[in-house]
């Protein structure tokens, strides 16, 4: 889907071209066709299981890109070197492993890994000798690889154990380090995962289960649960607490509103588009297209208006240019602390 391509195409290294593998029926309109590809996309054929096309399709993107690289290499050599045809290169692949905190979330947390590159001469001879055997052993090696980047479970239960065991000991997700959150997710996820015969353990295991699901379900955290643990819960004490939090917000408010007063067609239309669609990614692609057209549109007319206050001079292109950054960054600042203290509030 659109969100993992996005995040592979600007993390990858090198900043090298991918192709990218897509359902043949999106090459069939005739305005997104040309867009797929430019961009190195290859058709894909779900209604047959005749994959010959889509191999030679992806052997013929492979070729053209050695290609490519063949001739950026040679260039600066010794003549005698350019008159070679090309150069042969050992096939690599390299595992990717892409985490998300919460996809269809905005300003979520999303972590990706590259591992160490699996070449393919160990396998050569072997394809030889018994070649369905050898892209067995190779299709294992890889899943291997990519379940040591990425958070895996054996069922919902014990991920939803792990995960509120961590939000028990770390309090937020932002408390963890970026390059520790998927080691500390799998190492709780494997405790859970091989103590199945432990009693205690598996009853905690159920509890831990049990809490998120309501909590999802309430849509609450634990930090709001934790506010009434040592007070406990009242109806004087609730109205008090929605009392000053709500004071806090609305004394903030009017530094905040001209950017939520601007921003707010973005958040409108990304609450309306969830409600058509049931996979969370498609959820966060929807609002990924649906903000950044309009953040285009928007913004643009906003710098026109500043730079047209200003006279359409050069000076004015400057300011015009800062004060769309400006308006923009104060946006992102003020968004996650308003958004946090009407949570809390409501």
């Given at each position: ?204 295991k159920t509890l831990l289960d049990k809490y998120k699901t309501s909590l999802d379900m309430l849509q609450l955290s634990d930090a709001d649960v934790a506010r009434y643990d040592k007070h406990g819960i009242s109806k004087l004490r609730a109205l008090c607490t929605f009392l000053y939090e709500s004071l806090k917000f609305f004394i903030q408010l009017p530094f905040f509103l001209p950017a939520l007063f601007f921003h707010w067609p973005i958040y409108v239309l990304g ?76």
């Open positions: 889907m659109i969100v993992d391509v996005a995040i592979l195409a600007t993390t990858f290294p090198h900043k090298r071209k991918l192709h990218f593998w897509a359902k043949n029926s999106l090459f069939a309109n005739k305005y997104t066709r040309p867009v797929l590809v430019s961009g190195g996309v290859v058709p894909v054929d779900r209604t047959t299981k005749n994959n010959q096309l889509l191999f030679d399709a992806t052997f013929e993107a492979a070729l053209e890109y050695s290609a490519r690289l063949s001739k950026q290499e040679l260039i600066g050599e010794e003549e005698d070197a350019r008159k070679k045809k090309g150069i042969s290169r050992p096939v690599i692949v390299l595992p990717c492993g892409i985490t998300y905190v919460q996809k269809s979330k905005y300003r979520s947390t999303v972590m990706i890994v590259y591992g160490p590159p699996i070449r393919m001469e160990p396998y050569d001879k072997d394809f030889e000798k018994d070649n369905r055997a050898t892209v067995k052993r190779l299709t294992k090696d890889i899943e291997s690889a990519m379940e040591k980047l990425t958070v895996n479970a054996p069922d919902w239960k014990t991920y939803n154990a792990a995960t509120m065991t961590r939000l028990l000991l770390f309090s937020d997700d932002k408390n963890i380090s970026l390059d520790d959150f998927v080691q500390v997710t799998q190492s709780l996820i494997n405790f859970y995962a091989n103590s199945n015969s432990e009693e205690k353990i598996a009853t905690s609450k309306v588009s969830v409600k058509f669609e049931k996979y969370e990614e498609s959820m966060a692609q929807n609002k990924i297209m649906l903000g950044l057209v309009w953040l285009m549109i928007s913004y643009t007319i906003l710098f026109f208006m500043v730079w047209t206050m200003l006279f359409y001079t050069p000076l004015g292109l400057v300011l015009a240019a800062g004060a769309v950054f400006i308006f923009a960054w104060y946006h992102v600042a003020l968004v996650d602390r308003q958004v946090k203290k009407l949570a809390s509030a409501l």
